[in-house]
């Protein structure tokens, strides 16, 4: 658990512990401490984003997202190959720092590094799911309704 009391007050467990496996702080191999005993501590230090609840949410997120794995006793342990290496820690830095000097919005940033490592693996079509937004209901072309309707003396009968 991180010791940084600030780092919880402005980040939940799933951010905090993220970032710390993500970065190495938090070893591969290494235990995550039992949710009810992570929330009581954070609790105890005054932190109001780790109930116990919210814990658990983050511990599952994190398997959710190939950071941790289960041991045969279902504790949380971190993945071996969760761990960046530091030079795409560095990279991903170097791209923060130019995103910043430009003023560009972190959501352009992750978008077109989405989009562009879907390129580059081959992916010349990203999933539907890679698109944030509303879907047009009409469909991607014009849509005035007449078509569905045979009564309509415009639509042609054959």
Excluded: W
């Amino acid at each position: 658990m991180n010791n940084n009391n600030s780092a919880h007050g402005r980040r939940g467990p799933y951010e905090v512990n993220a970032a710390r496996i993500l970065s190495g702080l938090t070893p591969a191999g290494t235990v995550l401490p039992p949710a009810r005993s992570y929330s009581a501590k954070a609790a105890t230090a005054g932190h109001p984003r780790a109930s116990l609840t919210t814990v658990v949410a983050a511990y599952k997120r994190l398997f959710t997202e190939n950071l941790t794995v289960k041991d045969q006793s279902l504790r949380s342990v971190v993945r071996p190959d969760a761990v960046l290496p530091q030079e795409v820690l560095n990279a991903i830095d170097t791209l923060l720092t130019a995103a910043r000097r430009h003023s560009s919005s972190l959501e352009h940033v992750i978008l077109a590094t989405r989009l562009k490592g879907s390129a580059v693996a081959g992916d010349e079509y990203p999933d539907r799911d890679d698109f944030d937004g509303p879907e047009d209901p009409r469909g991607p072309y014009e849509f005035d309704g007449r078509h569905d309707d045979p009564d309509d003396v415009d639509f042609p009968t054959s």
